[in-house]
């Protein structure tokens, strides 16, 4: 898949490598702050969302970029990583949609584990976004030293 003849994998990378830090940021904060989730949980929900198909749609394009070839070394790496990035993406969607459903139950363990869910997936978001996209530009770009 390309636009213009340039492949579309490096451009819809972008939007996941931005959004999807973004969301879980948000997501972070509406987990520790009543106020934050009142006011923001929607939009943050909504990012999630949006993040998460841009994920997807990463994945998609790097699987039509690497045109189903055995990768090996860092990009190989890339690769692993890049197809298990829509797991986290999806329950960082999932645990910020239960934790604003929480946030308006009376039930307080239902809150604190909608909550401690939402900053799993958030955490755990940030980490494989940074690890898959330092190994994508490793292997476009080599080791700079």
């Known amino acids: 898949m390309d636009i213009l003849g340039l492949p579309l994998h490096p451009l819809v990378v972008h939007a996941a490598v931005v959004l999807l830090p973004l969301a879980a940021l948000g997501a972070l904060l509406i987990a520790v702050s009543k106020r934050a989730r009142t006011r923001y949980g929607s939009l943050v929900v909504a990012l999630a969302v949006v993040a998460t198909g841009a994920v997807v749609g990463a994945r998609i394009t790097g699987e039509d970029l690497n045109g189903g070839t055995n990768a090996a070394g860092i990009l190989a790496t890339h690769v692993t990583y890049g197809l298990l990035t ?5 329950a960082l969607v999932l645990s910020s949609l239960l934790l ?3 946030g308006r139950s009376k039930s307080r363990p239902f809150l604190l584990t909608a909550a401690a869910l939402t900053v799993v997936s958030a955490l755990v978001s940030i980490a494989i976004i940074v690890v898959v996209g330092h190994a994508g530009a490793t292997a476009v770009w080599g080791a700079r030293t």
């Open 100 to 102: 604003l459903v929480a």
């Open 86 to 90: 829509p797991w986290p993406a999806g």
